[in-house]
């Protein structure tokens, strides 16, 4: 099985590194929303530290959605879906690399915004690195988990691309919240202790919507 | 179609809900003793939390449903995980609405992003998501499917809402008959309301439901009648 899903997550991989249709889009568009955030939040200039964990956020889960929205219309093209479905393996296989692969692609854009952010709101960071790349890691496998699902469910609506941030956010939100929580407590505290509790409601989350997302997959695909 | 001797239960069900919605009017505004210090803002108590309840009992129902569906793939599940949204949906709007009005003189804001408040919300939010999905998509199969589909993740994603947002302070009153807060002088007022809205979410469900079963009727006879054509 952790070959197939390995033969999956290559393929999207290997699309994304030839086009760079996706990346583009997610880098692009979640720097577009800092520099957003820089001018609403102009009234609350002092205590910026306060707000960041809050914009880095909603700016991953913006280009993520973007990520997300092309997964399933890249697919479309030319019948590749119909193609990827002809191959005798499990539905749950194809929902696990898809998954993986908008992960992988989410926390490039992560760092790369995450890099832009500090430059943004002039924050230094080293020693706390590692457990923003832990809350990172957690939060996005979190958001795919669920994200990939109803990715391929909105590709199957009238209305697509627009569907899918509807239906999302609000299945999202205890990730949203939790992560904002946990990269707040890194970012202004040095209480390290209390990221236990967040990080356990992500990884809840995460492995539920994983399970039930993996058993459900064969149901939103179109045969 | 419906058959007469059901239409007759609900003729009985009706007749019944008009009483009994007397009953729980003139019991919460007249029958109840005042409370001590909100006085008659209490009042709305008696509508809030039954229709809360009936929301969440509507949207497991939901659950259920969606669930038999993805095992049985038969509509008929389907028209009920439909009926039972849209009436959880009524019911929680109801509670949204008096909510704010209850907490403005009480709590001196209409809104607090408290636990409870913000997941039934949120919830209230999943289930529009969910008539979203449904009207986006156009082949009945599917969008029973899609639905189905979405309506778990929806019933999975409404508890991790509610404990990832416990640990902030909760202002709202937690449930009444969990510690036994509530007077016994104003029980009666609240089990015959209680009473009520649970014969009014049966009705409203055996009348979506009904409904929902006659258009699929009416669409797999229009699609008889364009084969024959």
């Known amino acids: ?223 | 179609m419906q058959p007469p001797k059901y239409r007759h239960l609900d003729t009985v069900l009706g007749g019944l809900l008009l009483v009994s919605m007397i009953l729980a009017l003139y019991m919460a505004f007249l029958g109840a003793p005042r409370e001590r210090t909100m006085g008659d803002l209490q009042r709305i108590f008696y509508f809030h939390v039954p229709s809360g309840m009936m929301g969440l009992a509507a949207f497991g129902l939901n659950f259920v449903a969606s669930v038999l569906f993805l095992i049985r793939k038969d509509r008929k599940w389907d028209s009920l995980a439909l009926s039972a949204a849209e009436v959880g949906i009524m019911f929680f709007t109801i509670v949204l609405v008096t909510g704010p009005i209850w907490a403005k003189p009480a709590w001196f804001v209409w809104w607090t992003w408290s636990p409870r408040l913000t997941s039934s919300l949120v919830l209230w939010l999943l289930y529009l998501a969910y008539m979203l999905i449904r009207s986006y998509v156009y082949d009945p199969e599917r969008r029973a499917m899609m639905s189905a589909v979405f309506g778990i993740v929806a019933f999975l994603d409404a508890p991790i809402v509610f404990f990832s947002i416990r640990w902030w302070r909760d202002q709202h009153p937690s449930p009444m008959l969990e510690t036994g807060g509530l007077s016994p002088a104003m029980r009666p007022a609240f089990y015959i309301c209680i009473g009520a809205f649970l014969l009014l979410f049966v009705y409203l469900m055996r009348r979506r439901y009904f409904l929902e079963s006659a258009r699929q009727e009416a669409e797999r006879l229009e699609r008889m009648a364009d084969a024959v054509r």
């Open chain 1, 1 to 223: 099985m952790p070959g197939k899903v390995w033969a999956v997550f290559r393929k999207d991989l290997l699309i994304e590194l030839r086009t760079k249709d996706s990346l583009n889009a997610m880098l692009f568009f979640g720097i577009v929303v800092l520099v957003i955030f820089n001018f609403a939040l102009e009234g609350a200039r002092d205590s910026i530290r306060a707000a960041v964990p809050g914009v880095l956020w909603v700016s991953f889960v913006f280009s993520g959605t973007l990520g997300l929205n092309r997964m399933f219309s890249t697919e479309k093209e030319n019948s590749c879906l119909q193609g990827l479905l002809l191959v005798p393996m499990d539905r749950g296989i194809l929902y696990l690399g898809k998954m993986l692969a908008a992960a992988v692609f989410m926390l490039v854009a992560e760092a790369v915004i995450f890099i832009f952010s500090m430059v943004f709101f002039n924050l230094t960071v080293w020693k706390e690195i590692p457990y923003l790349i832990l809350v990172f890691l957690i939060g996005t496998l979190g958001f795919t988990s669920v994200g990939t699902i109803l990715s391929a469910i909105s590709a199957n609506t009238r209305m697509r691309e627009v569907l899918l941030p509807l239906i999302l956010f609000p299945v999202v939100l205890p990730i949203l919240i939790n992560a904002v929580e946990a990269t707040g407590i890194i970012l202004n505290t040095n209480d390290y202790g209390a990221l236990r509790l967040p990080l356990t409601i992500m990884s809840a989350f995460t492995i539920v919507f994983g399970t039930v997302s993996y058993l459900l997959f064969d149901f939103v695909l179109e045969d």
